[in-house]
């Protein structure tokens, strides 16, 4: 068994980054809402993540062999954090490319 949760999670990122680079073309990168929305969710994500992955009293467990073992901040994997980041970023720019899809 390898580290697939790290090797998915990191994988994630780069097809969202490069579908809005090369298929989509929001411009969602550029804006400073997004910016604002991504810290207001990595600051909820803290706190919740963070009560679910303690390593004193876990509710979510991890088998070790597929994550990294980078834990930021408070026993959180990294790779919730990119797991995190295409969820959300995913999400806004297929919502923002059927907004301007239907506004044409």
Known sequence: MGPEYLIA???S???TVAAELLLLRTG???RRAYWLTMAIVF?????VDGWL???SA?????????????RVPWDIPVEDFLFGFSMI????????R???RKAV
């Not at 876990?58 to 980078?70: D, K, M, R, T």
């Not at 970023?89 to 923002?96: A, I, P, R, V, Y």
């Open 28 to 30: 969602l990168f550029r």
């Open 9 to 11: 999670a990191a994988a």
């Open 98 to 100: 059927a907004r301007t």
């Open 43 to 47: 600051a909820f994500q803290v706190p």
């Open 13 to 15: 990122v780069g097809l």
């Open 58 to 70: 876990p509710i979510v467990l991890y088998e070790p062999a597929v994550i990294s073992g980078v």
């Open 89 to 96: 970023t995913l999400t806004l720019l297929l919502w923002e």
């Open 53 to 55: 992955t303690k390593l």
